[in-house]
């Protein structure tokens, strides 16, 4: 299951948050092990699942269209690993809810959109 | 970008404010490099002619290749060619290796890709193009060819397709085809998506309504449909998504 749009068009907007590769290593492990404690609400289940895609998807489009993220990496000087995670409103709210986000990481996705 | 030169031999400043490639010292690369390139059916000359400059001329089969030496040299210019003697050799082994494919070689080497039908970049159609080195050369059937032979060519290019070696990568519910030395090729593999599902699968994914995202000359994302629009509506880059059993429809270009 999935909040996924599946008929082609988005039905929703996504926010790019530049993430390093170890921030996104982190994401993945916390919202993991948030899945696996069980203690989410299913439609939070349903947002953090969709992260977790995100973040494959992100790494994905990164290889298939590589120029438009090297661009803003090279204006701003952020390293080569810095990728954008494209989310929706939900799901950056259902990553903002977990108790066990690291202060970093919200920082990171709260306080704005740069690494 | 003109890419008939191999684009990676000139620097950014140099197609910027390009150094003005010689007639002269494209002769004397010419003289030397040309005679080693040519093979049994390629020819490659110099013709001095009155007046109008030397032309280079490359005959293959039915195809030929007329170009003033003037001209050339004003084109590598543009395209920020090196001007030295190993610069505006590597251009101009690149610049015959982009010649125009024959149609014999197209019906014995062709191999079916998907490639841009517009300038927008907003359709994708087959064609056959014929590999040279890191080089794939597209095949452009003359307007009087006999429809059948051209059905023939594209036939025989479309099962050669199938068995060109693809890398897999599977980043979590995406799968990447990509080739290692030449990108047009990554779309090769479409001509048998049913394998490609088979081959997915094999690496632990399961996408039987496999919806295929391809921007041709770059790798080829195949994801479930949700997977797919994420990925492809997210991005401000050109592309195609489409189910796969409409892959066998799409024009031939």
Redesign the interface.
């Given at each position: 299951m999935?909040a996924?749009?599946?008929?082609?068009?988005?039905a929703q907007i996504?926010v790019p948050h530049w993430l390093a590769e170890d921030d996104r290593a982190l994401l993945a492990t916390v919202v993991r092990q948030a899945l696996a404690g069980g203690e989410v609400h299913p439609v939070g289940v349903i947002h953090l699942e969709d992260v977790?895609?995100?973040?494959?998807?992100a790494?994905?489009?990164d290889?298939?269209?590589p120029?438009?993220a090297a661009r803003v990496r090279k204006a701003t000087g952020w390293d080569d690993d810095v990728l954008p995670v494209?989310l929706s409103a939900a799901e950056l709210a259902s990553l903002l809810s977990l108790t066990g986000l690291p202060e970093e990481l919200s920082a990171l996705l709260g306080g704005g959109t740069t690494p | 970008m003109d890419t008939r030169f191999g684009g990676s031999s000139a620097g950014l400043l140099q197609r910027l404010r390009p150094t003005r490639i010689g007639v002269a010292d494209l002769r004397e690369v010419a003289d030397g490099l040309l005679p080693s390139l040519a093979t049994t059916r390629l020819r490659l000359d110099i013709v001095q002619r009155t007046g109008t400059g030397s032309v280079v001329v490359l005959e293959e089969d039915e195809r030929t290749v007329r170009v003033h030496l003037s001209d050339l040299a004003e084109q590598m210019t543009s395209a920020g060619v090196r001007p030295t003697a190993d610069g505006i050799a590597e251009a101009l082994a690149s610049w015959v290796a982009h010649r125009p494919v024959t149609d014999a070689a197209a019906r014995t080497a062709g191999i079916a890709v998907l490639d841009w039908r517009d300038a927008a970049h907003t359709t994708v159609g087959w064609r056959v193009v014929v590999r040279r080195g890191h080089v794939a050369v597209p095949w452009t059937p003359v307007r009087t060819a006999d429809g059948r032979d051209v059905a023939r060519t594209r036939a025989a290019a479309s099962a050669r397709a199938g068995d060109v070696p693809l890398d897999l990568?599977a980043?979590?519910?995406?799968a990447?085809w990509?080739h290692p030395a030449v990108p047009v090729l990554a779309t090769s593999a479409l001509v048998a998506p049913e394998r490609m599902i088979d081959r997915i699968r094999a690496t632990g994914l399961s996408m039987p309504d496999m919806q295929v995202?391809i921007?041709p000359h770059?790798?080829v994302?195949c994801?479930?449909?949700?997977?797919a629009?994420?990925?492809a509506?997210?991005?401000?880059?050109a592309?195609v998504?489409l189910p796969w059993p409409r892959l066998a429809a799409l024009p031939w270009n």
């Open positions: 999935s996924l749009p599946s008929d082609g068009h988005s996504l977790l895609t995100e973040l494959h998807v790494a994905a489009r290889a298939v269209w120029t438009s494209r | 990568r980043e979590g519910p995406v990447l990509s995202v921007t770059r790798p994302a994801a479930d449909p949700g997977i629009a994420r990925l509506g997210e991005s401000t880059e592309s998504s």
